[in-house]
């Protein structure tokens, strides 16, 4: 029996939603007259969806679907829309809202919305207590000196942090920012030897181009990018090696030192050491490993939304 969440401080709104829902004998139905009592029901009994009006007293909608999402991940949210509200339930799809649904087509389309999520909704807490069951996850792999496959690659590696449990959705982000900053730099200044702060402003117009013209050269265009990635529930390491000279870290600012945060010259260094738990370089410098770990916190709060 799937039980469902109704959150809405119109007595009229909810007896009209409850008698919809109480066609399906398969929903356990209960209700929430704010934002506030319904996250108190939530930790008392995490319920398989919530279906939320957006305007409430306290925490309106869109907090209420900020708040679910962080808290507990996988409880799907569906939205309530009246006219002239469509700007907030866009913000609230943004925020993390599954789907929504117009009061006045209720009637036409409350039921097959909530079954259909729901049914989305149970695959995705299927697939993340088989990955729980995932003791590691090995993957490699190489690439040329394409900037076009760096976006699709970090892509792929979020998903598998994600569904790993290692990280929530903001740190989903911060993992991808530092990916980015590691393969751009094996990139252009690794197997390229192309130095963003000594060119000048113009030919930083034309990246691409001149990617395009350093990567064609017969002295680069064998290099290739080498990432390996082991993903277990308790951590994501990623290794990352470029085929370029090397570079010694203490030709960079400390990265650690405040001081040189507007410093451009090092700063992707510095992004991955705030991100990351590990940052290593090897001796020569064309190869670093970074290594992000599941935060306790994530583990409590990933058992509470399941």
């Keep these: ?26 929903y356990d139905v209960s209700y929430a007259t704010s934002g506030q009592q319904a996250l108190a029901q939530i930790e008392l009994d995490a319920p398989d969806l919530v279906l939320t009006d957006l305007f409430m007293p306290e925490i309106d909608g869109l907090e209420l679907v900020a708040i679910v999402k962080g808290r507990f991940r996988l409880i799907p ?21 599954a789907s929504y649904v117009p009061k006045n087509s209720l009637a036409n389309e409350l039921l097959s919305v909530v079954r259909r999520v729901l049914a989305l909704s149970a695959r995705q807490v299927e697939q993340a207590r088989l990955m729980t069951c995932m003791k590691s996850n090995h993957c490699n792999f190489i690439l040329e000196n394409d ?28 993992v991808g920012v530092a990916l980015e900053e590691a393969l751009t730099n094996a990139l252009l200044h690794g197997n390229l ?18 990617i395009e013209e350093r990567r064609n050269r017969s002295e ?67 190869e670093l490993t970074l290594i992000k770990r599941r935060v306790k916190e994530m583990t409590e709060i990933t058992a509470d939304g399941d």
């Design 77 to 97: 949210i569906v939205l309530m829309t009246s006219q002239g509200n469509e700007e907030l339930a866009v913000a609230a799809m943004q925020r993390g809202a």
């Design 220 to 286: 680069f265009k064998d290099r290739r990018i080498f990432l390996d990635a082991t993903l277990t529930p308790e951590e994501a390491k990623f290794v990352i090696r470029d085929q370029g000279e090397g570079f010694s870290l203490d030709d960079l600012p400390d990265p650690t030192d405040p001081a040189n945060l507007e410093k451009p010259n090092g700063r992707g260094v510095q992004l991955m050491r705030l991100i990351m738990d590990e940052v290593r370089y090897n001796d020569a410098g064309n």
């Design 1 to 26: 029996m799937a039980k469902i969440l109704v959150v809405d401080d119109s007595s009229v709104d909810r007896r009209l939603v409850g008698a919809l829902l109480d066609k399906v004998e398969e």
């Design 147 to 174: 900037r076009r496959l760096i976006a699709p690659l970090i892509a792929y590696l979020q998903a598998c942090v994600t569904l790993t449990g290692v990280c929530d959705a903001t740190d989903r982000v911060r």
């Design 193 to 210: 030897r192309i130095d963003l702060h000594d060119r000048n402003a113009d030919a930083a117009e034309h990246l691409d181009a001149v």
